[in-house]
């Protein structure tokens, strides 16, 4: 691989990035591969949370949502959203639960702290339908495997500390 091409890359190799519903995952290597008679640059990440690897085509990175993991600053950001007021959502749960997966799509660590306050505190209310309950367990998951990194905390802890959060009313 030239060198020309690596530092056209937005990544690094061993960059820690965010793959939005998937989580955080390190960037292993960036190849170069021949795909349809073209060559083409590849981010090689490996993603701890599911075990897997994935191969991602540099120039689609930015489309697909990956992006760097969040500062410090923005995971304190992220978990004093966490505890704001908020406007109670729409009762009609298949409403809510679109709105929720767009903003998980989106992958920004204030939507998914947003969806992970919304869906908890709705669960306060009325016990959640089985596919917004995946989506919260898979929006938490997703919170504290980015906010842990940021933080250079451990998993358990920092779930600790996003439900004291959200408990702090």
């Known amino acids: 691989?030239?060198?020309?091409?690596?530092?056209?890359t937005t990544f690094k190799v061993n960059q820690q990035v965010v793959y939005p519903m998937q989580g955080v995952g390190k960037i292993q290597e960036i190849q170069e591969r021949s795909f349809k008679d073209e060559s083409l640059l590849y981010y090689i990440i490996y993603l701890d949370v599911t075990d897997m690897t994935v191969m991602v085509p540099v120039q689609k990175a930015e489309e697909l949502g990956i992006r760097a993991i969040v500062t410090k600053k923005e995971a304190d950001k992220a978990l004093k959203l966490i505890s704001d007021e908020y406007e109670p959502v729409t009762a009609d749960w298949k409403l809510r639960y679109q709105m929720n997966l767009d903003l998980l799509k989106q992958g920004s660590?204030?939507?998914?702290?947003?969806?992970?306050?919304?869906?908890y505190h709705r669960s306060k209310v009325k016990e959640l339908p089985i596919l917004e309950r995946k989506l919260f367990d898979n929006a938490l998951k997703l919170l504290v495997d980015e906010i842990s990194y940021s933080l250079k905390k451990k998993k358990e802890d920092t779930e600790k500390l996003i439900f004291s959060r959200l408990e702090n009313e």
């Open 1 to 8: 691989m030239s060198n020309q091409k690596a530092s056209s």
């Open 109 to 119: 660590v204030f939507d998914i702290a947003t969806v992970v306050r919304t869906l």
